[in-house]
């Protein structure tokens, strides 16, 4: 079974603080992605990586930074977060090969910035 | 028009009730369809691939319909499990690297 973990379940910042998320998933997938969930809006992609130190922006990138210097590990970086960030992040992965694009996400890091 | 539309519901059906999703989408050279499963707090999961021909999985039938660009998800004899939200995923034209495009959900609460 694919695993993607995420570094934390709940986090509460403060307003300008830098914040790390971490993924990391055990199935040597070429793909990470980094979205956030809100209600009513669907899940928004904020950036994406097809192979380590390689990124592309999402829909939404504005405000977030990502790092990728190990295939497992995808991180999203707020660099000064604010109220508006504020949200549910999920990582997911994914393989080109075998046809099924199936992306697997893990359990979300809930975002409270104050 | 957003890129994948879906009602939001909720949809409130009694347990063994057939209950039907839409999902259109606007680019018609759009590539592949899917329908992913979301339940309470919890992350989403593929449920079903969307094929041309259709295709079923048990009680869950997906059907695509590249005219009218829509596909749909029929549930059938409803159970309680089911009640979840239910995401209408396309990977539009070009797109690299699996990137895929969500739909903002439909809810279902089955109810007994």
């Known amino acids: 079974d694919v695993k993607v973990t995420q570094s934390s379940r709940y986090l509460v910042k403060r307003t300008g603080e830098k914040v790390f998320l971490e993924c990391v998933q055990d199935m040597d997938h070429e793909n990470m992605f980094w979205y956030r969930q809100d209600p009513g809006l669907g899940l928004r992609l904020i950036y994406f990586s097809y192979d380590v130190k390689m990124k592309e922006k999402g829909d939404i990138p504005e405000g977030y930074s990502v790092s990728r210097e190990k295939k497992e590990r995808f991180s999203l970086i707020l660099e000064s977060a604010s109220t508006n960030q504020t949200s549910m992040y999920l990582c997911?992965?994914?393989?080109?090969?075998?046809?099924?694009?199936?992306?697997?996400f893990g359990p979300g890091t809930r975002l409270l910035v104050l | 028009r957003k890129e994948v539309e879906q009602d939001p519901g909720p949809f409130n059906v009694p347990e063994g009730a057939t209950v039907a999703f839409n999902c259109t989408y606007s680019n018609s050279a759009s590539q592949s369809f899917f329908w992913y499963r979301q339940d309470c707090r919890k992350e989403p999961k593929l449920l079903m691939s969307?094929?041309?021909s259709g295709n079923e999985d048990g009680r869950f039938t997906a059907q695509l319909n590249r005219a009218s660009q829509y596909i749909s998800l029929l549930i059938r004899d409803s159970k309680l499990s089911d009640s979840a939200t239910y995401l209408c995923v396309v990977r539009p034209p070009k797109a690299s690297y699996d990137k895929v495009i969500f739909g903002p959900g439909t809810s279902l609460s089955v109810i007994p």
């Open positions: 997911a992965s994914s393989s080109p090969w075998g046809g099924r694009e199936t992306q697997y």
């Open positions: 969307v094929y041309s």
